[in-house]
């Protein structure tokens, strides 16, 4: 059974950081791509950041230069390195797991098997 487990939110001030964690099991974590979503209340959940099998890197716009994404395949793990927080970075923060990685796709919720069950980040201002 594939499980997914976020850790490390919390409540931040504004310029502050966090450092999310994302712990895999059930899966062989080394072939799979690694992403991070979001979800505000009222809002879609929207796509954050994605980390490939072989280390490609992507973000959406509003992460770049502020959040660092990475994994460990010896601890099945991944990372949301988060620096300089705003308070519209408030939100549930998902990973999810890609065993059929598609860079056209990496946006695309459904796209990716696993889903963890989300870390709340809450940025004051």
């Known amino acids: 059974q594939v499980q997914l487990v976020e850790s490390g939110g919390g409540l931040v001030q504004a310029g502050g950081s966090l450092r999310l964690s994302c712990a895999a099991s059930?899966?062989?974590?080394?072939?799979?791509?690694m992403g991070w979503f979001r979800q505000a209340p009222g809002k879609e959940r929207e796509f954050v950041a994605a980390?490939?099998?072989?280390?490609?890197?992507y973000y959406t716009d509003s992460a770049k230069g502020r959040f660092t994404i990475s994994r460990d395949n010896a601890k099945n793990a991944a990372y949301l390195q988060m620096n300089s927080l705003k308070p519209e970075d408030t939100a549930v923060y998902y990973c999810?797991?890609?065993?059929?990685?598609?860079?056209?796709?990496?946006?695309?919720?459904?796209?990716?098997?696993?889903w963890g069950q989300g870390t709340q980040v809450t940025v004051s201002s």
């Open positions: 980390v490939t099998r072989t280390g490609n890197i």
């Open positions: 059930g899966l062989t974590f080394s072939t799979v791509a």
């Open positions: 999810a797991a890609d065993r059929r990685w598609s860079s056209l796709q990496r946006s695309v919720p459904a796209t990716y098997d696993y």
